[in-house]
């Protein structure tokens, strides 16, 4: 570092530097910080970075903080600001406390490095790597591609360790969820308890009892809304710290949720964990784990429904599913094409097996209260589709200069 320092001092006093700071702290390394000893805190960063800063031929313009962001992702808030600086001429300066504060992935890493910064005339020190990219005299920059290596293999060895303990936790039967399915809520006293929410439990077991008897999922989500029961998404924000960003979800019971709840096995007491897991660790990106790779716990809370009850649903979910085969359906011509005024998709229902009848989804799902019944013939829209497509063309297409170009084409062969 003490080298590093002295190639401030002689750095060239004609460049007047406009710096960033950049520090990063993710929750690993915080975690690490309790067995290592040391520290690296935002502020530690910070105070470590000022003085040297302060001893450049060069101004502060910012200081860049992503607290809590993992390092193998560069998609951080404050990152991209210091990203977007750059670009606008603001900085051309970018310090860090070492490499592995501006991340842990090495090939992203290695792009900055190479060819980011290098392109953006943007100089980057990492003072206890010893780094600076506009010292060409440096030995130290050779390291760096191995010292982004290792800095990419100690997030590897985490993601490990964090995955042991995930699996340990659900093989013995703790709930390893960050929020417990609608019906259920965690023991304030053990968050890996899982206890019966009273509240909504007996919305749960009227769901059942309701389909037990014939009601379809759709009369099912219609009383539900009349009845005006809030939906387990609305009552997981308002009652846990859950943050939803679809700020254009509609609140409303539907086919989906009421089969979602159906299918659960947590109703009987079967805990099932582990379903999807990370393709890699450098991305959060899931996939589905196969059935017989899942970790299942029966009987492992108190149930909410009767297995009895339970089993006999199932059975009846499965026989609906085999009489309408979804394998054999068509889409239609126009699907995901034509909406309605209320800003929902149309779909398309055969009336007696006669002709298609075009309704809006939000209608057939929700009923008047959400939007009111307007359908119409599928003859009828795809007359007035075809009438919009003439007008259309006839305005923005010369069909004779198409026309003569064709025949041009099929002359010259």
């Not at 792009?111 to 060409?136: G, S």
């Not at 399915?181 to 006293?189: A, V, W």
């Amino acid at each position: 570092m003490y080298e590093l320092l002295n190639n401030y001092e002689n750095s060239e006093n004609q460049i007047i530097w406009k710096i960033g700071i950049y520090v990063r702290l993710s929750r690993e390394d915080e975690k690490d910080e309790k067995y290592s000893g040391t520290s690296e805190s935002i502020e530690n960063q910070i105070n470590f970075l000022k003085p040297i800063v302060n001893r450049m031929n060069g101004v502060l313009v910012d200081i860049y903080k992503d607290d809590g962001y993992t390092g193998t992702n560069f998609n951080r808030p404050d990152f991209k600001r210091l990203i977007a600086d750059i670009e606008q001429g603001k900085i051309n300066l970018v310090i860090t406390k070492d490499l592995s504060r501006l991340g842990r992935d090495y090939i992203e890493v290695g792009r900055y490095l190479e060819k980011y910064f290098p392109e953006n005339q943007v100089r980057y020190i990492a003072v206890n790597d010893n780094i600076d990219t506009f010292d060409y005299n440096n030995t130290n920059n050779d390291m760096t591609p191995f010292r982004a290596v290792f800095n990419d293999m100690y997030a590897k060895d985490i993601s490990k360790k964090v995955r042991t303990s995930i699996i340990t936790k659900a093989t013995i039967g703790e709930c390893i969820k960050a929020f417990q399915p609608y019906g259920y809520k965690k023991d304030k006293d053990n968050k890996n308890n899982i206890l019966i929410d009273e509240n909504v439990a007996d919305n749960v077991r009227k769901i059942f009892e309701l389909y037990r008897v014939g009601y379809s999922k759709t009369q099912i989500a219609r009383y539900l809304n009349n009845k005006n029961v809030i939906t387990p998404l609305k009552y997981k924000i308002e009652t846990t710290n859950y943050f939803n960003p679809n700020k254009s979800v509609t609140y409303k019971w539907n086919n989906t949720i009421i089969n979602k709840i159906l299918r659960d096995p947590i109703y009987v007491g079967d805990l099932i964990q582990l379903k999807n897991r990370k393709i890699n660790y450098k991305t959060k990106k899931m996939q589905k784990v196969p059935k017989n790779m899942q970790i299942i716990i029966q009987n492992n809370h108190q149930p909410i429904v009767d297995r009895k009850i339970f089993k006999t649903v199932q059975e009846m979910l499965d026989k609906q599913t085999n009489e309408w085969n979804y394998s054999n359906r068509t889409k239609h011509l126009l699907t995901g094409l034509v909406f309605c005024k209320c800003g929902s998709r149309i779909t398309y229902n055969k009336n007696h097996g006669k002709y298609f009848r075009c309704v809006c989804l939000n209608y057939k799902k929700y009923g008047n209260k959400f939007c009111s019944n307007i359908h119409l013939r599928e003859d009828e829209l795809l007359k007035q589709v075809a009438n919009s497509l003439h007008i259309n063309i006839e305005k923005y297409l010369n069909v004779k200069k198409l026309y003569f170009k064709r025949c041009r084409e099929n002359t010259s062969r």
